[in-house]
C-alpha cells in the first residue's frame, strides 16, 4: 500500500476511534456555563491538551509496551476488542449523562480531553499503530495531526451543528461513523489472530 494512502486510512481511522461527531453533545453539554465567547478557546485548548497526550502514547508506546512484557499481537487483538465494544456503543443508543456538569465552572483536561477525545480507544489504537511500524512514526503522527484537525474543526463548531442539524442528525452521524469502526475493529482482531496462528505455527 502506498505511503499516503497508508496516511490517509489511518487518519480516517483515528477519526472515527475519536468520535467527533458523537462527542458533539458531550461538548454541548459540557459548555453550557461558559460564556459564549470562551467556548471555542475552551474546545481548542481541551483538543490541544488531547493531541500531545496521544503524541505522547503514540512515540512511548514502545518503552511502554517493553516495560508490560506485552506482544504486538496481543495488543493487536486487545485494541480489536475495544474497538468493537466502542463501536458497538456508538451503532446504539447510549444513556446520558455520561459525566458530572459542576455548575458554573468550566472544564479542564476532563472530561473533554480525556476521556471525551483521548479516550482508551484513541490511546490503544495510537501505541497500536507505533508498535506495528514504528520506522513510519511521522507518518502516523501526521495522520493523528489531520484526525485531530477534524476533530477540532467539528468540537469548535458543535454548539452550531446540534443547532443546525439537530440531536437526531448528530446521533445518525455517529451511528454511521460506529458501524464502519466495526469493521475495522474486526478486521484488526482477525490480523492479531492471523499473527498468533502464524506464531503458533511456526513454533
Request: hydrophobic share 60%.
Amino acid at each position: 500500500m502506498m505511503p499516503g494512502i497508508e496516511v490517509f486510512s489511518a487518519a480516517v481511522l483515528l477519526t472515527l476511534v475519536i468520535d467527533p461527531f458523537g462527542n458533539v453533545p458531550l461538548v454541548v453539554s459540557a459548555l453550557k456555563n461558559v460564556a459564549p465567547e470562551r467556548r471555542a478557546g475552551v474546545v481548542l485548548r481541551e483538543c490541544l491538551a488531547a493531541y500531545v497526550i496521544l503524541l505522547v502514547f503514540m512515540v512511548g508506546g514502545q518503552t511502554f509496551l517493553r516495560w508490560l512484557h506485552l506482544s504486538e499481537t496481543s495488543l493487536e487483538i486487545a485494541g480489536g476488542v475495544i474497538l468493537f465494544m466502542i463501536a458497538l456503543r456508538m451503532v446504539f443508543p447510549r444513556p446520558e449523562g455520561i459525566f458530572g456538569d459542576p455548575p458554573g465552572s468550566e472544564p479542564f483536561l476532563v472530561p473533554l480531553a480525556v476521556p471525551s477525545i483521548a479516550g482508551p480507544s484513541a490511546l490503544a489504537t495510537v501505541m497500536l499503530m507505533a508498535s506495528r511500524d514504528p520506522a513510519r512514526i511521522g507518518q502516523w503522527a501526521l495522520a493523528l495531526s489531520a484526525a485531530m484537525a477534524v476533530t477540532t474543526v467539528v468540537l469548535v463548531a458543535a454548539h452550531r451543528l446540534q443547532d443546525l442539524l439537530g440531536e437526531r442528525v448528530v446521533l445518525a452521524f455517529e451511528r454511521l461513523m460506529g458501524l464502519v469502526l466495526t469493521a475495522l475493529a474486526v478486521e484488526m482482531l482477525l490480523g492479531g489472530v492471523r499473527a498468533f496462528v502464524g506464531q503458533v505455527g511456526r513454533s
